[in-house]
Each structure stands twice: as structure tokens, then as C-alpha cells.
């Protein structure tokens, strides 16, 4: 009993911790604004010297993984090499998360013809279940197309330890850019302007 007790201690300490967590995280976003977008590649501002012997990095291919769409039907990162993607893991529970939403929206209205959207729920069965996230896009009008993360595949191929992230991967299947925190509209606008073709 004394046992029980104890974890039960330690899981509402681990739950107000990750509470005040999530608060400061919310205010000092709103602070000082999202991150700027992290490219794989130097652009040519950068002034990268190949005469130099400095080498270009290779690309980096994007990870593949699995989830589940709505239905419960797998799908992978892999099916949609050979046009541009945009990955984006969250959950209902992230405020930071839910702030970005309404950008991926739009993106998703004004690109989606072009870009392919994952927006990917890390659906770990404890915080957050596919049941939560559901009940959670039922209280909106978002129309993007959400995948459930259930075995968190996806989170392990990327080493996501912080949600939002997102990740700018182009047709050939490399990563471009990614970035670690909420984004707004014109962030988002720049990550995809760097994996749609001229």
C-alpha cells in the first residue's frame, strides 16, 4: 500500500512538473517568437568557400517511418518520395502545438496541392491516446490530414524530445530544414519555400 502510494506521489509531482513546464514553455514563446527555421544546407549568403577544399555536406535522407491515418491504415514517410513534405509531430495536450495549428491550416489550403502534410500525433497510449487527439480535433475545424503516431516510430527516427517539431523534407526524400518550436504563418511559408521547386 505504502508502495502505491509513492507512485502515485511521483506521477502527480511528474504531472504538475510537466504542467508549469508547458506554462513557462507557452509564455517565453510568446515572448520571444518562434525559432528561425534550421537548414540542412548552407545557402549561398552563407558564402560557403569550395575553393577553398571545403566540402558541401551530403544531404541527408528524411527517416522513414510508419503511422496510422484516421482509419487505422498504415502509412509511411516513404510513400510520398517524389514530392515535398511537410512533418509536423504534436499533441492535443501541447499548447505550443495547438498555438501553430491554425498556420498549418492555411499552409496546408494554400500548399496542399503542391505538399504533401504529416501532421503527426505522438499518440504514446499514456499522455496522449488516439482517443484524446480525436476528441481534440473534433472541437475544431482543422482540416489537415493527422496521422497517430501509436508505436512512435516516427518520434524515434527523429529523436523528438521536444514537441513542436517540425521537419522540411523535399521530393527526393532529403531533409532541407526543420525547426524545434512553434511556427507561424511566414515561418512556415519560408520552410516550404525551401522544398517546392522554382
Do not use: H, R
Not at 27 to 40: E, H, K, M, R, V
Not at 111 to 128: H, M, R, S
Amino acid at each position: 500500500m505504502k508502495n502505491k502510494m509513492i507512485l502515485l506521489i511521483v506521477g502527480l509531482a511528474m504531472v504538475a512538473l510537466l504542467a508549469v513546464a508547458t506554462i513557462f514553455y507557452e509564455d517565453l514563446s510568446t515572448q520571444f517568437g518562434a525559432d528561425p527555421i534550421i537548414t540542412q544546407q548552407p545557402t549561398q549568403d552563407e558564402g560557403q568557400d569550395t575553393a577553398s577544399g571545403e566540402q558541401e555536406k551530403p544531404p541527408v535522407a528524411a527517416p522513414d517511418f510508419t503511422v496510422e491515418d484516421a482509419d487505422g491504415n498504415p502509412v509511411s514517410l516513404s510513400d510520398f518520395v517524389g514530392k515535398p513534405v511537410v512533418v509536423n509531430f504534436w499533441a492535443s495536450w501541447c499548447g505550443p502545438c495547438k498555438s501553430e495549428m491554425p498556420a498549418f491550416q492555411q499552409a496546408w489550403e494554400t500548399y496542399g496541392e503542391q505538399v504533401e502534410f504529416l501532421l503527426v500525433n505522438l499518440t504514446d497510449n499514456q499522455q496522449e491516446t488516439v482517443a484524446s487527439a480525436k476528441n481534440f480535433l473534433a472541437t475544431t475545424e482543422y482540416t489537415f490530414p493527422v496521422y497517430f503516431d501509436t508505436q512512435l516510430s516516427g518520434a524515434m527516427a527523429y529523436g523528438v524530445v521536444g514537441i513542436p517539431a517540425t521537419y522540411f523534407i523535399d521530393k527526393d526524400g532529403y531533409v532541407v530544414a526543420g525547426a524545434n518550436s512553434a511556427l507561424d504563418y511566414a515561418t512556415l511559408e519560408y520552410g516550404i519555400s525551401l522544398i517546392l521547386e522554382d
